[in-house]
């Protein structure tokens, strides 16, 4: 059984420091790479609505190689107190 996606982002999250979308996708891509909204532009607003709902914040942000934006997101105590209520340990990213 696969989590909705934006529960595994944040599932993916909850023994991170601080973690870019890049990095979640590279993650959960072997569960979710073949769906069609696998894409980066969703996946960041996955990003931005758990930190409209206080479950993740911005921890920083930085250029790349290539001069793009990468912002690095932590989940919050509210976030991991969300995985632990609604989240399975049988499916937890640990």
């Not at 911005?58 to 790349?64: F, H, M």
């Not at 991991?80 to 499916?91: E, L, M, P």
């Amino acid at each position: 059984m696969l989590l909705p996606s934006r529960t595994a982002v944040l599932n993916q999250m909850y023994d991170q420091r601080e973690i870019d979308v890049a990095q979640i996708m590279k993650a959960l891509k072997p569960q979710y790479g073949q769906e069609k909204q696998f894409n980066e532009k969703l996946y960041l607003e996955h990003m931005m609505a758990l930190e409209a709902n206080g479950l993740v914040e911005l921890a920083t942000y930085d250029l790349d190689k290539n001069e793009n934006l990468v912002i690095y997101y932590k989940i919050t105590d509210e976030g991991r107190a969300t995985v632990d209520k609604y989240v399975d340990k049988k499916y937890r990213s640990a």
